[in-house]
């Protein structure tokens, strides 16, 4: 593990560095490293020198930086970047230029993070694998035959290769902590609302969330502190203040009371991945934490609320892309109706197609009750089981994924056994809670095994405090 980014910041403060070393220091590890693994869709080396020695003229002339001026990071491709391409690994926005910057995105400009560039995801986030890429897979550094999980592929495995270890994803249904998982590196979803979605473009508004990947959950700490707070732009956007994340990772864990949940202790959950979570609950339980088995009995009706919910929404997100305002437009149509569809069948990847289909049906007259407003109904019922849950704990443990990560193509044929890989992540996006996983271990084959922890709504202090001292006591 190199220098977490909390670390090189002291160094860039004290210009042991300057932020022109540590770019051109990085530089050729993430190109070699890139060619490798395919983490990016879009580099700027050009830009992110010509940053750092802005940063460094700053800084030599006595202007006032932040503290996390000169840091490198990494960007999702579905973030807007003004005048930098954002196509959501689409053939769609294959050439789309955002004329604005994500409000996360001009916060870590202001704070002086420096973009090394766009990294590669299933297209418009819908995927666990990244082969639903419609430019190329990313790789798992931890074994370039295996998936590196998703959506956000390439901001995990650039994470776990420290190319660099900062870096921004989006979590739908477990789109930041599954590839943490399978990497293994730490990523957080934040609450919903806690972190503003203006300028991500959408897949599922009411579940979509943006989060940070890290090597350590103290820098995870540190870039919540960045991008967290209210957003005028976002009208889900929560008005609670921001606590100081860094700060509340001090103190001790004695008497954190911690739910494990019987039911995400099941049959078909990988026996070595069971076993380093059982491990990485003890470690809990030797650092102060008492742990309570909990019941959370709506759990079994997450992937299909998911998919009733995330389909429907993506349907509506996505009847945009007709080929009339911006993106990818069919060139040789005989009139309006037949360039959209045309626009469509060339612009989208099957995946997308299938849930646009999935979604169109459940949201259809005569399906809708029967569907959408059910799954609704019992999206309120898991979000109520966890409600109860944390009046009796304060954080809850499961296993991040019930596998390890798979080979490419083992699941492509098989879109149920795909979705499943989200199985125990993806309650945490219906409920809008709070969800990180940490590396508690490697498997025979060694391979990465995350452990999840799961907290209440704007819980994020307690969550990232209990996951950062996991990890310095565990070392995983």
């Known amino acids: 593990m190199q220098d977490s980014a909390v670390a090189l910041a002291k160094k860039l403060q004290s210009k042991e ?40 003229g700053k800084r030599a002339r006595g202007e006032a930086l932040g503290p996390w001026a ?46 090394m560039g766009k990294t590669n995801m299933d297209e418009f986030a819908m995927g666990s694998s990244s082969e639903n890429s419609a430019f190329f897979t990313t790789k798992n550094p931890a074994d370039h035959t295996r998936v590196p999980g998703g959506s956000s592929a390439g901001a995990a495995a650039a994470s776990a290769a420290g190319i660099p270890v900062l870096n921004l994803g989006s979590d739908t249904g477990g789109s930041i902590r599954q590839p943490a998982a399978f990497c293994g590196c730490v ?99 030797s650092i102060g934490c008492e742990t309570v088995e909990v019941s959370l009995p709506h759990t079994d ?71 959408y407003l059910k799954a609704q109904r019992v999206r309120r019922l898991i979000k109520q089981d966890f409600d109860q849950a944390f009046q009796k704990v304060d954080l809850i443990v499961t296993p991040t994924t019930p596998t390890t990560a798979f080979k490419f193509g083992d699941k492509t044929d098989d879109p149920l056994s795909m979705y499943l890989a989200d199985v125990f992540t993806n309650s945490v996006n219906l409920a809008g809670i709070g969800g990180i996983s940490i590396p508690c271990g490697n498997d025979s084959q060694g391979l990465p095994v995350g452990l999840q922890l799961i907290g209440p709504a704007l819980g994020e202090e307690k969550l990232l405090k209990a996951a950062h001292h996991f990890q310095m006591a565990h070392g995983g």
Not at 19 to 47: F, G
Not at 80 to 89: F, N, P, R
Not at 204 to 218: H, K, N, R, W
Not at 352 to 361: H, S
């Open 301 to 371: 009706y997450g992937i299909a609320v998911y998919y009733f919910v995330c389909t429907a929404e993506a349907s509506s997100n996505l009847a945009r892309y007709d080929g009339v305002v911006y993106g990818h437009r069919h060139m040789d149509a005989t009139d309006i109706v037949d360039m959209a569809a045309k626009t469509r069948a060339e612009g989208f990847g099957d995946e997308v197609k299938r849930r646009i289909m999935l979604g169109t049906y459940v949201l259809s007259s005569g399906f809708y009750d029967a569907y």
């Open 17 to 56: 560095v300057s932020a022109k070393e540590v770019v051109q220091d990085l530089l050729p590890r993430l190109e070699k490293t890139n060619e490798e693994i395919n983490a990016y869709v879009t580099l700027l080396p050009d830009e992110a020198l010509k940053q750092a020695e802005e940063i460094d």
């Open 70 to 115: 000169g840091l490198p990071i990494g960007v999702k491709d579905l973030l807007c970047t003004e005048g930098v391409k954002t196509t959501c690994s689409s053939k769609m926005l294959e050439n789309f230029v955002p004329p604005y910057d994500a409000t996360v995105v001009r916060k870590i400009k202001d704070a002086g993070f420096i973009i």
């Open 187 to 285: 990523g957080l979803k934040p609450t919903y609302g806690r972190v503003s979605r203006y300028g991500l473009i959408a897949f599922a508004s009411s579940l979509d969330q943006i989060g940070p990947f890290a090597q350590t959950v103290e820098d995870c700490a540190m870039l919540m502190n960045v991008i967290s707070g209210h957003d005028p732009m976002d009208g889900t956007s929560l008005s609670h203040p921001v606590p100081d994340y860094l700060k509340g990772l001090e103190g001790d864990l004695k008497g954190l009371k911690i739910g494990i949940p019987k039911e995400y202790f099941i049959e078909g959950l990988n026996a070595e991945v069971r076993g380093e979570v059982e491990k990485g609950i003890q470690t809990l339980e």
